[in-house]
């Protein structure tokens, strides 16, 4: 019974208020509202300005691309497809460490998969002993393809490097040439001339050869 006493009470008090500000413009209630219209208009007004950037947040975890691995679980990159041949199968991956598209040939019967990779151009360098920035003069060499290059080290075992171009270019840039790697054999240049050179870079691969069978996408 009180509670209902007590409602009764304020809601009387809160339609007297209404009709009492109504009918006159200066009176407590009509003030309040003035108010408040007020301080919402202020607000309204307001410019927020931005802070200053803050640091990169941590990078987030890989998405849900399959990926192919060989048998002692490197990563080759990102599986993108296989063909079938009579004698086995070529993987398609892009690999995102170089940024480039390679492909693996993997057979059981011939034991290590084979990274698929160009060759057989001259490699030029603006140092001596194959050093400083690596060049071809083939206007034709393949944009986004690998190159592999082998050289003797000093204990006369072959080892492989690999170049890729930077960009694709119709025209090149006077270079001169002070040492050049073909044929397993890097041969300083004797009297050097300018020629018109096409910039490579070179790749370092982010798994190790041989790539042991077999294969496997997860």
């Known amino acids: 019974m009180k509670k209902t006493i007590t409602l009764g009470i304020l809601a009387l008090t ?73 004698n086995g199968y070529t993987f398609t991956t892009y690999n995102q460490e170089i940024e480039l598209p390679l492909s693996f040939f993997s057979s059981a019967a011939w034991g290590p998969a084979i990274l698929q990779v160009s060759g057989g151009d001259v490699v030029k360098f603006t140092g001596l002993n194959c050093t400083g920035t690596a060049f071809t003069e083939n206007q034709t060499f393949p944009f986004q393809t690998l190159w592999r290059i082998n050289e003797r080290n000093e204990q006369n075992n072959q080892v492989s490097r690999y170049f890729t171009s930077s960009h694709y270019t119709s025209s090149g840039e006077e270079m001169i040439a002070l040492s050049t790697l073909a044929n397993d054999e890097c041969v300083d240049v004797i009297d050097p001339l300018p020629s018109t050179g096409f910039t490579l870079i070179e790749v370092d691969l982010p798994f190790s050869e041989p790539i042991e069978w077999p294969l496997h996408i997860n």
């Open 14 to 86: 809160l339609i007297s208020g209404t009709v009492f500000a109504k009918e006159n413009e200066n009176s407590p209630f009509e003030q309040i509202w003035n108010a408040i219209t007020d301080l919402q208009e202020q607000i309204d007004a307001i410019e927020l300005t931005p802070g200053p950037k803050g640091d990169t947040g941590p990078r987030g975890p890989a998405g849900g691309s399959l990926h192919l691995y060989d048998a002692n679980d490197q990563d080759l990159g990102v599986f993108m497809g296989h063909d079938l041949y009579k």
